[in-house]
C-alpha cells in the first residue's frame, strides 16, 4: 500500500493547478492520470478570469512564456455577416482584459510540469477504477494490469469527462441541458482578422442557431474550428461528421469566405452528451474539481475557467481541513461554485433560447450593460456589483423585454 496526503485523480489543469497549491502548503501529492501527456482535449479558448487565478498561484509568467494567442474577446457573427463585438476591456473595473487561445495538449502538459517541479508524483497510463471510502484507499491499474492501491488522507477527483468518483459514488445527475453533438478540427490557411481583434475567438450563428461555430486561432498559425448542434440536426442531415462540417462551412456567408483556402491539418473529430450534473460536490474526505463536478455547454468557454477556480478552491479548503481548521464545505465549496455556474447557466440557457442573441444585437442597450455582458463572459461570475450575478434569470428576461 503506498501512502501520500493528498491523492489527485486526473492530470488536466484543475488536477494540476490543485496539486501545485497543496505542495506549496507542504502536503505529499500523487497524480494518477490515464493516458499518457502531451494528450489532446477539447477546450482551447480561455477567459480572463483564468489569468487571475494563475497570477495568484504564480503560475501566469510560466504561462505568458509560451507565447499563446492573446484573446481579447469574442466576436459573434450572424448568418447575415452582422458582427457583435464583445471586448474583455470594456469590463467593470476587473483586472484582467484578455486571455490566451491555447492548445491543451501543450497548455495542459506546462501545468502538469509545474506540479511536477514542486515535488508532484506523477503516474500516467493508470487509471483508477475503485475507491474505499471508508477506509480511503483508492485502487487503480497500470497498462500491466497490475493493480495500485493506495491510502491518502484526502481524495480529490480532478478526473474531467472520466467523472470517476460520481460514477463510484453514484453521484452523478443528468444534465437539463439538451443532447448536443460538436464535431471539430483544426485548419491553416484561412483568412484571420488583423490587428487588436486577431485573437479574439469567432462564435458564428447559423441557421436560426440551430447550430454555432467556434473559430480559435492559435499562435502557430493552425486554428479551431468546430460545429455545435442538437443530435437530431447533425442526424437528420445523413451525412458524416466530415460532411457535414464542410456542409455548414460553405453554406454560410462568412465562413464559406473566411475558410475558401484553409485546409484540415487533424482528423475531424465528434463528442456528444458532454453536459453532465452532480448531486454533491464533496463527501468524507474527498471532493470533486473542475469538469468532474458539473459540465454545462462550451459556448461562452466556460470549462477551463470554472475548472481552475474549483480547483484553486478546493485545494484551499483541504489544506484547512488537512491542518485540523473546521472547513464549511457546503458554504464554501459548493454554494459558492454554485453562484458561478448557476449564472452561466442562465446565460447558455438564454443562449439556446434566442434571448442573448436580441441583447447582443440590439443597438438599445446602455454602456454599462454592454460591460456587465462582458464581465460576465470574461468569467467574472462571482462578482456581485455586476448586474446579472444575482437573479440572473429574470434580469436577462427583464432586458430582452425592454430592447425589443
Ligand atoms: C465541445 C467542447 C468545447 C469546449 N470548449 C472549451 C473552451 O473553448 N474553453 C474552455 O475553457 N472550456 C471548453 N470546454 C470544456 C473543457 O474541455 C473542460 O472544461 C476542461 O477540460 C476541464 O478540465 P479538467 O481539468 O476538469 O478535466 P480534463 O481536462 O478533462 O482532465 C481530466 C484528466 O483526467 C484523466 N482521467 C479520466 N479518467 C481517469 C481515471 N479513471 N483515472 C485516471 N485519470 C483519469 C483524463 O485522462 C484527463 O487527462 C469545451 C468542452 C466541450 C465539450
Known sequence: MRECDVLIIGAGPSGSLAACKLLKAGFSVVILEKLDFPRFVIGESLLPRCNEILEECNLIDTIKEQNYMLKGGAIFINEEKKEQHIDFRENLGQKWATSFQVKRENFDNVLLNCAKQLGAKV???????????????????????EILEYKSRFVLDASGYGRVLPKLLDLDIPSDLKLRNAIFTRVKGEKRREGDKEGFIDIVIHDDNKAWLWVIPFSDGTTSLGVVCKEEYFKDK???????????????????????????????????????????????????SGNATEFLDPVFSSGVTLALESSN?????????????????QKDYEDYMNMGINVFREFVYAWYEGKLRKIFYSRHKSELIQKSISSILSGYVWDENNYFVKDTKNKINALVSMVQ
Open 313 to 329: 478552491r478546493v485545494a484551499k479548503l483541504i489544506i484547512d481541513e488537512l491542518n485540523g481548521k473546521k472547513v464549511d464545505w
Open 238 to 288: 445523413k451525412l458524416s461528421k466530415e460532411e457535414f462540417l464542410d456542409d455548414v462551412i460553405f453554406n454560410h456567408k462568412y465562413l464559406k469566405e473566411k475558410f475558401k483556402d484553409a485546409q484540415k491539418v487533424t482528423p475531424v473529430g465528434i463528442i456528444n452528451g458532454y453536459s453532465s450534473s452532480i448531486k454533491k460536490m464533496y463527501g468524507k474526505g474527498y471532493a470533486l
Open 123 to 145: 503516474f500516467h497510463r493508470v487509471e483508477v477504477f475503485e475507491y474505499d471510502n471508508e477506509n480511503d484507499i483508492v485502487k487503480a491499474k497500470d497498462i500491466n494490469e
